[in-house]
T-cell receptor, first 115, second 110 residues
Framework: GAVVSQHPSRVICKSGTSVKIECRSLDFQATTMFWYRQFPKQSLMLMATSNEGSKATYEQGVEKDKFLINHASLTLSTLTVTSAHPEDSSFYIC???????????FGPGTRLLVL | TQLLEQSPQFLSIQEGENLTVYCNSSSVFSSLQWYRQEPGEGPVLLVTVVTGGEVKKLKRLTFQFGDARKDSSLHITAAQTGDTGLYLCAADNQGGKLIFGQGTELSVKP
């Protein structure tokens, strides 16, 4: 099956710093990747849709200047949390689809803790 | 806004018991997926149901898609401790986006 990786798996940072999270499709090319956020004991909430070679599409209520997304190649999308604050602490998960099917393959997630 | 209502949100049972998780919506979906997620990991796809009335079995797990394609259920027979986890239903919203139900936290005790 399709494999999606994320790096790092865990990150702890100080308030005010920026953190970059990578999402890679290991054995396929993904024109579209999705970024989700999940708080403890809650479901996944879609943050943005990342399209290779174009600007990301953000969901309502998600600040595009705070959560910078770059889909630089067909196998890599990055999410940068800028000027992170404790309330940004969460589990960030990416997914990728293999065209033309719509099944999303999820990465293992990145646990972000902002102190 | 399309919503997926999942119930129950929490379920704690003994090993060997049966259980059913429900996923309901007022919207019609072309397909619906069920995922299982363990702590600290990403969701893993269990099944996709596409046809109204469809029933799919995966060992002790039985998935059903409602005739009107608005609801779905997941039934686990003779639950095992290894079934413990968060079960999520999800459906295509638009443009390939998924909306997720609130999730069902299942705890199976020995």
């Amino acid at each position: 099956g399709a494999v999606v990786s994320q790096h790092p798996s865990r990150v702890i940072c100080k308030s005010g710093t920026s953190v970059k999270i990578e999402c890679r499709s290991l054995d396929f090319q993904a024109t579209t990747m999705f970024w989700y956020r999940q708080f403890p004991k809650q479901s996944l909430m879609l943050m943005a849709t990342s399209n290779e070679g174009s600007k990301a599409t953000y969901e309502q209520g998600v600040e595009k200047d705070k959560f910078l997304i770059n889909h630089a190649s067909l196998t890599l999308s990055t999410l940068t949390v800028t000027s992170a604050h404790p309330e940004d602490s969460s589990f960030y998960i990416c997914s990728a689809t293999i065209p033309p099917e719509e099944t999303q393959y999820f990465g293992p997630g990145t646990r972000l803790l902002v102190l | 806004t399309q919503l997926l209502e999942q119930s129950p949100q929490f379920l704690s049972i003994q090993e060997g018991e049966n259980l059913t998780v429900y996923c309901n919506s007022s919207s019609v979906f072309s397909s619906l997926q069920w995922y299982r997620q363990e702590p600290g990991e990403g969701p893993v796809l269990l099944v996709t149901v596409v046809t109204g009335g469809e029933v799919k079995k995966l060992k002790r797990l039985t998935f059903q898609f409602g005739d009107a394609r608005k609801d779905s259920s997941l039934h686990i027979t003779a639950a095992q401790t290894g079934d413990t986890g968060l079960y999520l239903c999800a459906a295509d919203n638009q443009g390939g986006k998924l909306i997720f139900g609130q999730g069902t936290e299942l705890s199976v005790k020995p």
